[in-house]
């Protein structure tokens, strides 16, 4: 089974900082710490209205840290120029809605293919890996393929918050969603990421579904280090995720 990586996203650090306008506490400061700790990459979302990461975040990220960086953005022109410019290591598409509180939902990649397929060929004409964040089903997934994407982030957020309201079986039902699609997008040759909502439990689980090579988890994480650190909480969740894949190993 491949390693299971770990990205670590800061964007609520820099919603905290923004909190109060000044310069602490710094998302980059963060990200040498989740590094530090055992993030294999840090995540980042320049949102379309700022409202955490801001421009020059993203160059001093980029500028600063030895691990890889996963740019989260809209397919919008500003924000390609933006990544083109800042040159990540990777790319991650998202759906962005101003109302929005978080990434709600998964890109319409089976609607908007013609509009999306130019933002994927540019970022990887520039090098950028880039992944579409997408629902776990079977026709966004052939989506992201039919546009040369070579990487899907499956939308965890619907099992996630199954699981925390308590919804036993609705849990089940968008867990088998995401290990089918986990499955399904590995036979059509992509490469497989997941997040969004994952706590130590949840990443514990998901850790077994052998497809999957990255797990993207920021919120959880930076509320936990209100309580344990940053460092420990990214210890006790590398131990969760390692936990998870040994015993998929096992059985
Ligand atoms: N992956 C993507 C594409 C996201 O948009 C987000 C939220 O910004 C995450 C992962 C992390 O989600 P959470 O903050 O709930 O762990």
């Given at each position: 089974?491949?390693?299971?990586?770990?990205?670590?996203?800061?964007?609520h650090?820099?919603?905290?900082?923004?909190?109060?306008?000044?310069?602490r506490?710094?998302p980059?400061?963060?990200?040498l710490?989740a590094?530090?700790a055992?993030?294999?990459?840090?995540?980042?979302h320049?949102?379309?209205?700022?409202?955490?990461?801001?421009d020059a975040?993203?160059?001093?990220l980029?500028?600063?840290?030895?691990k890889?960086?996963?740019f989260?953005?809209?397919a919008?022109?500003?924000?390609?120029?933006?990544a083109?410019?800042?040159a990540?290591h990777a790319?991650?598409?998202?759906p962005?809605?101003?109302?929005?509180?978080?990434?709600?939902g998964?890109?319409d990649?089976?609607g908007a293919?013609g509009?999306?397929?130019?933002y994927?060929d540019q970022?990887?004409?520039a090098?950028?890996?880039v992944?579409?964040f997408?629902?776990?089903?079977?026709?966004?997934?052939?989506?992201?393929?039919?546009?040369k994407?070579?990487?899907?982030?499956?939308h965890?957020?619907?099992?996630?918050?199954?699981?925390e309201?308590?919804d036993a079986?609705?849990a089940?039902h968008?867990f088998?969603?995401?290990k089918?699609?986990?499955?399904?997008a590995?036979?059509?040759?992509l490469?497989?990421?997941?997040?969004?909502g994952?706590?130590?439990d949840?990443?514990?689980?998901?850790?077994?579904?052998?497809e999957?090579?990255e797990?993207?988890?920021?919120?959880?994480?930076?509320?936990?280090a209100?309580?344990?650190?940053?460092?420990?909480?990214?210890?006790?969740?590398?131990?969760?995720?390692d936990?998870g894949?040994a015993?998929?190993?096992?059985s």
């Amino acid at each position: 089974m491949p390693p299971l990586r770990l990205g670590v996203n800061i964007d609520h650090v820099a919603t905290i900082r923004n909190a109060r306008g000044g310069p602490r506490p710094d998302p980059l400061r963060a990200a040498l710490l989740a590094i530090e700790a055992g993030a294999d990459g840090i995540t980042a979302h320049l949102r379309e209205d700022r409202r955490h990461i801001q421009d020059a975040d993203m160059a001093r990220l980029k500028a600063t840290i030895a691990k890889p960086l996963n740019f989260e953005m809209a397919a919008t022109d500003q924000m390609l120029d933006i990544a083109t410019l800042i040159a990540p290591h990777a790319a991650c598409l998202v759906p962005e809605k101003r109302t929005e509180r978080t990434t709600e939902g998964g890109l319409d990649v089976v609607g908007a293919q013609g509009y999306l397929a130019p933002y994927v060929d540019q970022l990887r004409r520039a090098g950028v890996r880039v992944s579409l964040f997408i629902e776990p089903s079977e026709e966004a997934i052939r989506a992201a393929s039919a546009i040369k994407a070579p990487v899907v982030e499956l939308h965890t957020g619907a099992w996630c918050h199954a699981v925390e309201i308590g919804d036993a079986a609705l849990a089940e039902h968008e867990f088998s969603r995401v290990k089918h699609a986990a499955a399904f997008a590995a036979t059509l040759g992509l490469e497989v990421h997941a997040g969004h909502g994952l706590d130590y439990d949840t990443a514990r689980r998901v850790a077994a579904l052998p497809e999957i090579v990255e797990l993207n988890i920021g919120h959880f994480l930076i509320g936990e280090a209100v309580f344990v650190g940053l460092g420990e909480a990214i210890r006790l969740m590398r131990e969760a995720m390692d936990e998870g894949r040994a015993g998929a190993l096992a059985s």
